[in-house]
């Protein structure tokens, strides 16, 4: 009953931005900590960037000072603002929320954990 939708992917040259959205769709209450994720091909899929419902936000290494998480929570989304991309943040880009809480069908509110979007992919070309 709580989707995770990203969008925002696509192919950029190094040197270039991207912004990644990804927006919760349903009778959402509230949301808590929200992150994104990338996974590259044969690689395991790996934290960039994670924001608490408060705005604490912390980062990998390596995409310190390039990359930013947001949030909206009036819009229930989160965003990934890319700048200085380099060839190997090429992967497939996922978003995650640790905790949701909902209200259900059947009346009551309840909570959903460890959801993912489907994934977006980022491509950037040398």
């Known amino acids: 009953q709580v989707q995770l939708v990203e969008s925002g992917g696509g192919l950029v040259q190094a040197g270039g931005s991207l912004r990644l959205s990804c927006a919760a769709s349903?009778?959402?209450?509230?949301?808590?900590?929200m992150g994104w994720y990338r996974q590259a091909p044969g690689k395991e899929r790996d934290l960039v960037a994670l924001?608490?419902?408060?705005?604490?936000?912390n980062y990998a290494d390596s995409v310190k000072g390039r990359f930013t998480i947001s949030r909206d929570n009036a819009k229930n989304t989160v965003y990934l603002q890319m700048n200085s991309l380099k060839p190997e943040d090429t992967a497939v880009y996922y978003c995650?929320?640790?905790?949701?809480?909902?209200?259900?069908?059947?009346?009551?509110?309840?909570?959903?954990?460890?959801?993912w979007g489907q994934g977006t992919q980022v491509t950037v070309s040398s």
């Open positions: 995650n929320a640790d905790r949701v809480l909902y209200y259900s069908s059947t009346g009551s509110y309840r909570d959903a954990y460890g959801l």
């Open positions: 349903g009778s959402i209450a509230s949301i808590y900590a």
């Open positions: 924001i608490t419902t408060g705005g604490s936000r």
